[in-house]
């Protein structure tokens, strides 16, 4: 069993950063694919962004790519979100989640991750 817990979330001014952490129960962290999902208010989750499971390779959605960066400590079992550029749009509950391996079918989709976290919300004033 994995188990995920987001913190970092908060109330910041637009053009502010913020820094999400995620971290990982689990003796084969170092395996698993990490993404950030989010969930503004009366919307759909959305996937933003992932890392393979060295951390040499994160990807974007196209709304946060050059704002957001992804990162991971496989020692601290740890995965982070770095937010810089905040806009009132990037107000949401934000999630991570694990993907086990093997992999299948798109990164992106929430259906390809078994485990989540229970999310941490940040909420981007104008």
């Known amino acids: 069993q994995v188990q995920l817990v987001e913190s970092g979330g908060g109330v910041v001014q637009a053009g502010g950063s913020l820094r999400l952490s995620c971290a990982a129960s689990g003796r084969t962290f170092s395996s698993y694919s990490m993404a950030w999902f989010r969930q503004a208010p009366g919307k759909e989750r959305e996937f933003i962004g992932g890392i393979n499971w060295t951390g040499a390779m994160a990807y974007y959605a196209d709304s946060v790519k050059g704002r957001f960066t992804i990162s991971r400590d496989n020692a601290k079992k740890t995965v982070y979100l770095q937010m810089n550029s905040l806009k009132p749009e990037d107000t949401a509950v934000y999630y991570c989640?694990?993907?086990?391996?093997?992999?299948?079918?798109?990164?992106?989709?929430?259906?390809?991750?078994?485990?989540w976290g229970q999310g941490t919300r940040v909420t981007v004033s104008s």
């Open positions: 989640a694990a993907r086990i391996p093997p992999y299948g079918g798109s990164r992106s989709a929430e259906n390809q991750y078994d485990y």
